[in-house]
């Protein structure tokens, strides 16, 4: 167990309080009405009292960090915009959302989608942009009718356009559906898509903010990010500074899956642990414990049972070996197969690989060729080196993060339940599986088998 040395405020009157799920059970909750009769547009009217650079100062100062998993501090990327070089600048919010187990963005847009919108607002002011996409993930057809009724219902009125609301700033939102690719959401990759090419990663440096989109200066930042700020103009940074930890401040959206009781998004701040999670939510399914679980989508390293009360924070979960990602906790009790549910993974990010450096192509594909022998009952024991090895050879070494994250699970499976991979490969089978092999009568944990 490992416990941050920081204080973090999880007192109950703060879990109860919560800022972006706060009306999402009201019936109509993403009307332009519902949204202005919780506070709506009074962070953007605070934000247009100030100057641009006083707004990036207070984005910075209030210590938001960026909620598409690397938790980028969100006004230092503004502040990375030069000013002054005569260049368009834009905005471009990240929708994509497609990281295994990760699903806040696509019902905070669904129920709330004008706190974005107003999000947009208050940071095109603040980096001085005319023009800000939304890239959201073209599957999700009902979202993408959310999102064009919310831009239709703000330019109606006077939320979007010229002049909005006296403070000079005029702005158009284009909402653009991509055609569903988990590349796509890699922020080089979205530009290139949003640019009409196909989506593939481009090298950084130059980041977006000194050449993005047509080659300007352009922030991209994930829907919860931008979601997150009117509440901070409005309420005050030392409000959201109250929440989290020194480093790690603020409220945030953590999702629940897997065998659990009540699957869901939860709202609290950051800093809270999965054990207080499980006890606000109902715990596990009855009868069964935890085994394993990803802090943030299955491109996060693998925890297990021990990991319950590491605070859920950029630092805390670091120290624990692992990253908080997008705080997608999926959490598998002990019916699961952790060889069987890290090869499903491991299959994802084959499928999903752009295929631009050679690490990640071929690397992603044998690491699936070894796991499904291994699943199968057909894997040999130096297929566990060679899987840690190609996972090695991937990790660091790939051009994009796509990489790193398809070698998360393999390492820390291999980390934490290297015994079970030998079971497969001693028993002839999944041990999960009865029917598949004879040598598992007993169940998968009688087996007898040793490293
Ligand atoms: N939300 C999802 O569905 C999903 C899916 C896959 C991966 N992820 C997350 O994506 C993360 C990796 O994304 P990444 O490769 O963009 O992370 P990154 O750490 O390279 O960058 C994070 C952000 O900070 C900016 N940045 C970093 N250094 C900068 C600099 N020196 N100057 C200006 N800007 C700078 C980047 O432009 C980017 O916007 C992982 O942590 C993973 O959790 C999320
Ligand atoms: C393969 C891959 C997929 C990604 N998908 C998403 C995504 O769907 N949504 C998202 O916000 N960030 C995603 N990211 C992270 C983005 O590249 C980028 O860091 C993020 O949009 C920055 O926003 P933030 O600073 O507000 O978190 C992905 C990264 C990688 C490597
Ligand atoms: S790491 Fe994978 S997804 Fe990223 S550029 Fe290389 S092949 Fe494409």
Known sequence: MTVAPEIHDVSPEKLLAPVLSAFWDEPRSWTLETYLRHEGYEGARKAFAMQPDEVIAYVKDSGLRGRGGAGFPTGMKWQ????????????????????????????????NPHSLVEG??????????????????????????????????????????????????????????GAGAYICGEETALLDSLEGRRGQPRLRPPFPAVAGLYACPTVVNNVESI????????????????????????????????????????????????????????????????????????????????????????????????????????????????????????????????????????????LVQLLRDIEAGKGRMADLDKLADIADNINGKSFCALGDGAASPIFSSLQYFRAEYEQHVKGKGCPFDPAASTAWADGPNSAGVTA
């Open 120 to 177: 947009m607002l208050i940071a095109s002011y603040a980096i001085r942009c005319n023009h800000a996409f939304i890239y959201l993930r073209g599957e999700t057809v009902p979202v993408l009718r959310r999102l064009h009724e919310a831009v239709r219902e703000a330019y109606a009125a006077g939320y979007l356009g010229r002049n909005i609301l006296g403070s000079g700033l005029d702005l158009d939102i284009t909402v653009h559906a």
């Open 80 to 111: 990375f915009i030069p000013q002054g070089d005569g260049k368009p600048h834009y905005l471009v919010v990240n929708a994509d959302e497609s990281e295994p187990g990760t699903c806040k963005d696509i019902p905070l847009l669904f129920a």
């Open 227 to 366: 979601a997150s700020v009117p509440a901070i103009l409005n309420r005050g940074k030392e409000w959201f500074r109250s929440m989290g930890s020194e480093k790690s401040p603020g409220f945030t959206l953590y999702s629940l899956s897997g065998h659990v009781a009540s699957p869901g998004q939860y709202e609290a701040p950051l800093g809270i642990t999965l054990r207080q999670l499980l006890g606000m939510s109902g715990g596990m399914r009855p009868g069964h414990t935890l085994k394993f679980w990803t802090p943030g989508g299955s491109s996060t390293p693998l925890l297990t049972d021990e990991h319950l009360d590491v605070p859920l924070d950029y630092e805390a979960v670091g120290a624990a070996g692992s990253m908080l990602g997008t705080k997608a906790l999926q959490c598998f009790d002990e019916t699961t197969c952790v060889v069987r549910a890290v090869t499903r993974w491991t299959e994802f990010y084959a499928h999903e690989s752009c295929g631009k450096c050679t690490p990640c192509r071929e690397g992603t594909y044998w």
